[in-house]
């Protein structure tokens, strides 16, 4: 079991958006024009958002994964599977309260702004991020907001049924290597 955790929490680590590290300093009008972008896309209730999509999604998936790299498992009785899949069962809890504390700590939304900063700064001039902060005082651009956390949730649950499949195959075929 503690196999599929880690390769679960290994899979959704890589499935999150990772931002590269910057060593060169922004500009203080591209930081200016960041945090009004970042304040106007309201991006810590929006990640605020997603993070409690996610904790109320991850015992499902965790538990659809675990099913399904053990059901793929032919190595297995059907006994020996019920009883992982028991196993399972009890262990996703545990699990999943190690994500949602990830999750739930308050530095976590501070190094993600710290960090999405010269992101913007790499990929856009300080005009070029006004504008968008301009389109998001818009009511499209409030509407696109506002309406982001559904479509992320039904992008992850889209995401969920076709990629979950192929990752039980993966996770099985680690198991036959080991």
């Given at each position: 079991?503690?196999?599929i ?7 959704f680590?890589f499935a ?9 300093p ?7 024009a ?7 896309m ?18 499902a998936?965790m ?24 196993q ?6 545990q699990?999943?309260?190690a994500?949602s ?9 501070d190094?993600?702004v ?13 005009a070029?991020?006004?504008q ?9 651009g ?18 969920q ?18």
């Amino acid at each position: 079991m503690k196999k599929i955790v880690l390769a679960l929490c290994t899979a959704f680590a890589f499935a999150l958006p990772v931002h590269a590290q910057t060593a060169a300093p922004v500009d203080p009008a591209a930081t200016a024009a960041v945090k009004e972008l970042l304040t106007a896309m309201k991006f810590r209730e929006m990640m605020v958002a997603s993070f409690e999509q996610i904790n109320k999604n991850m015992p499902a998936i965790m538990e659809q994964s675990a099913v399904a790299a053990i059901q793929a498992n032919a190595t297995m009785s059907d006994t020996e599977k019920a009883a992982k899949i028991a196993q399972a069962r009890r262990d996703i809890p545990q699990a999943a309260a190690a994500f949602s504390s990830t999750f739930s700590d308050p530095a976590l939304l501070d190094e993600l702004v710290a960090e999405t900063i010269p992101l913007y700064a790499r990929h856009f001039s300080a005009a070029e991020i006004k504008q968008l902060a301009a389109f998001y005082k818009t009511p499209v651009g409030a509407k696109m907001l506002s309406t982001m956390p559904q479509i992320m949730n039904e992008s992850m649950q889209i995401s969920q049924k076709i990629v979950m499949p192929r990752i039980g195959a993966a996770i099985e075929k680690l198991t036959k290597i080991k």
